[in-house]
């Protein structure tokens, strides 16, 4: 009788890697996304129990508020009347309406009058039909967010040597990143609020999918875009004129250029040109309320432990900024031309221009005087082009893996904080971006093969 065995297959080279790292985004979704939430809500004081999980629901449910259009349909309401003050100085200065985007952000709620003007939520208090078109559409891109986040995984997996999958595990792992984004905090705290940050971190997390499948010129577009509602993405497009990435720079340049002739066209120069004014006020105040993420929100916190009331953290105040303080504004401005001068101008050893465009993206995110918790919707896409590379060292993983919890969550805890100097704990989001940002420039020096 013979003691052969029947031989058992090997699995084929990079199964085993694809098995292991769908198993960790598993693990990742299970132990953040609901043990650590669920002891944050159980542990916390009744008051200060909110948890990501919150949000999700409410994303979920379709609970939409009015944070972004409430402002913008003042705003729109106002270059649509006879007036001979400017828009700025009317709505921002006179009226302490804050409408902090360009005139050109209003082309999109113009477009959603022309399509449903009865559907649109524009206050709390919304009395047309359900579900509101900017809900629906703010619904429909974190859609795309989570699938265009799902692609830059495995377009990076494809890119490690010797990688092969199985197709299961591809659609385990897409499934797996639907459930993290629809528990990453700032992108479904983005759609509760009813904010149109939704719309911009869904037009830039396609951006870099399409660099990663070299439709540099889309990307352009995708960015362009964006600018035409947070003008600071412009930055994106230096960046791309300094790396020669001549596609996406002038595919760029050209949406902002014909985006702003549009909006000149639609609204007046006047009131275009007045943009620049409140832009300047934003930059030099700042905010002190704790969601304000940014080197100038942390020593507006500061400023806080002396001088409660006019740098109030725990509220958000619709008619008010915080003083004009030259330490703030100074700090502010060397730390914030510090982080982009860096982006900008520091190359990767390894040519990883995805990367390279990913460290921008967060670069830029940072670095502005005034970033909400939901702007940092971004990061998402950039995870998910770092997360093959981070598995290469324990090191780089663990740092990862520090930096997604403070980012994916919401620590309403922290709250606690407030009035002493140890407030700087609200700024967890902030330090977990700032870790993310450092891992994309370790793993850009690093030996690494040639890629997008």
């Known amino acids: 009788m013979s003691d052969a065995r029947p031989a058992v297959a090997e699995p084929a080279a ?9 198993r960790g985004l598993a693990l990742l979704l299970v132990l953040n996304g609901f043990l650590l939430n669920g002891l944050l809500s ?3 004081p009744a008051s200060h129990g909110e948890t990501v999980l919150h949000h999700t629901w409410g994303t979920l449910r379709g609970e939409f508020s009015d944070d972004s259009w409430a402002t913008m349909s003042a705003a729109f309401e106002y270059v649509r009347s006879p007036h001979a003050t400017p828009l700025y100085r009317e709505l921002f200065f006179n009226r302490h309406v804050k409408f902090q985007y360009p005139p050109s952000s209003l082309l999109a709620l113009a477009a ?16 047309g039909p359900f579900p509101s078109i900017n809900g629906v559409l703010s619904g429909m891109f974190i859609a795309v967010i989570a699938l265009a986040t799902a692609a830059l995984l495995e377009q990076r997996l494809r890119q490690i040597p010797d990688f092969r999958d199985r197709p299961r595990l591809v659609l385990w792992r897409t499934g797996l990143v639907v459930a993290l984004t629809l528990t990453f905090y700032p992108v479904v705290k983005g759609f509760t609020l009813g904010n149109i940050q939704v719309w911009i971190n869904s037009m830039l997390a396609l951006a870099l999918l399409a660099w990663a499948r070299d439709g540099k010129a889309a990307a352009g577009v995708l960015t362009g875009l964006s600018c035409l509602v947070k003008p600071h993405f412009g930055l994106l497009l230096v960046w791309g004129a300094v790396r020669r990435e001549w596609r996406f720079a002038f595919a760029g340049a050209a949406t902002c250029g014909l985006g702003f002739l549009v909006s000149v066209a639609s609204f007046g120069w006047t009131d275009n040109a007045d943009y620049f004014h409140a832009l300047a006020y934003m930059a030099r105040h700042g905010e002190a309320y704790y969601p304000n993420q940014s080197v100038n929100g942390v020593l507006n916190r500061l400023m806080s432990v002396t001088d409660p009331h006019r740098y109030n953290t725990l509220e958000f105040r619709d008619h008010a900024f915080p003083p004009f303080h030259p330490l703030v504004a100074a700090g502010t401005l060397v730390t914030s031309a510090a982080i982009l001068l860096l982006a900008v101008f520091c190359r990767a050893r390894a040519h990883d221009r995805l990367l390279d465009l990913g460290t921008m993206l967060v670069s830029a995110t940072v670095a502005a005087p005034i970033a909400w918790e939901h702007h940092y919707g971004v990061l998402l896409p950039v995870f998910a082009i770092v997360l093959p590379r981070a598995t290469e060292r324990r090191a780089w993983t663990a740092w990862l893996v520090v930096s997604y919890v403070l980012a994916s969550n919401f620590f309403a805890v922290s709250r606690l904080l407030a009035g002493s100097a140890w407030n700087l704990g609200q700024s967890y989001l902030f330090a977990g971006a700032l870790v993310l940002l450092a891992l994309t420039y370790a793993l850009r020096r690093a030996a690494a093969p040639a890629t997008a």
């Not at 199964?15 to 790292?21: E, R, V």
């Not at 959603?112 to 009395?127: K, T």
């Open 14 to 22: 990079g199964t085993t890697n694809g098995m292991a790292l769908t």
């Open 42 to 44: 159980l542990a916390s």
């Open 112 to 127: 959603m009058r022309w399509l449903a003007p009865d559907r649109i939520r524009v206050n709390e208090d919304h009395a």
